[in-house]
């Protein structure tokens, strides 16, 4: 049962940064928010996680409203490897991930 | 050094077989799960097991039976396939209890014919 909402598809010019927004508006106090990318058929790739701070890895930026009601997830300089489905997911520790029907991201050359 | 490794990658069957998907994972990780991604690419949980225990079973038809031999795979048993089993199921671990995130498998593109 999915508790967030995102986009269907985005665009985004290959170098520029990529925002991908999801809405939990329904979100609890204990859960976390995930993101996944699936590239094609392969198994979905975990990106980043948060709780309440934003959060920066290799990957991405993850921006969390103070509210914490939506988030925002950032590709700094997309490339044309990052055409993906992008899954936010909001998820209490321990329990089982489900999934929604995420953002279909094209990078455009 | 695959984490999540599952075999085989295709799978074209006829409707009636009996076939096997296994799984594998070198992460250490105590819980394993199914995922059933369907033509309409929606990921569904199908099941859950922890330390060899079944812990979630979602509502899958019984045709489907996990066997967890050891924590470190699950592989997924179907009797009697059905031309709706085509999908793509991916098997994933994780650490149950922890804010660690799922490592997914390949995935297995199963066809009914």
Redesign the interface.
């Known amino acids: 049962d999915a508790k967030t909402t995102q986009p269907p598809s985005m665009d985004c010019a290959e170098g520029r940064a990529a925002n991908l927004p999801c809405n939990h508006s329904t979100i609890s106090g204990n859960e976390?928010v995930?993101w996944?990318r699936?590239i094609h058929?392969?198994?979905?790739?975990?990106i980043i996680?948060g709780?309440k701070n934003n959060e920066t890895n290799e990957m991405a930026s993850l921006i969390i409203t103070e509210d914490r009601k939506s988030s925002t997830l950032i590709l700094p300089h997309a490339t044309l490897r990052d055409t993906a489905?992008y899954?936010c997911i909001v998820r209490v520790?321990?329990n089982?991930?489900?999934?929604g029907?995420g953002t279909s991201l094209t990078v455009i050359p | 050094d695959t984490a999540?490794s599952q075999t085989p990658k295709y799978l074209v069957t006829q409707m009636g077989n009996d076939k096997s998907i296994k799984c594998e994972q070198n992460l250490g990780h105590d819980t394993m799960?199914w995922?059933k991604?369907d033509s309409k690419?929606?990921?569904?949980?199908m099941f859950?097991y922890n330390n060899k225990e079944l812990i979630?079973n979602e509502t899958v038809p019984n045709r489907f039976s996990p066997k967890s031999p050891d924590k470190a795979h699950l592989n997924l048993h179907i009797n009697s396939l059905e031309l709706g089993d085509s999908a793509?199921y991916?098997c994933?671990s994780a650490d149950?209890?922890?804010?660690s995130?799922?490592?997914?498998?390949?995935?297995t593109?199963l066809t009914v014919v």
Do not use: M
């Not at chain 1, 058929?41 to 975990?46: A, K, L």
């Open positions: 976390y995930y996944y699936q058929s392969q198994g979905p790739q975990y996680h709780l489905v899954y520790g321990g089982q991930f489900y999934f029907t | 999540v799960y995922y991604q690419k929606f990921l569904k949980i859950s979630i793509v991916f994933a149950r209890g922890s804010e995130g799922y490592t997914f498998g390949s995935g593109r």
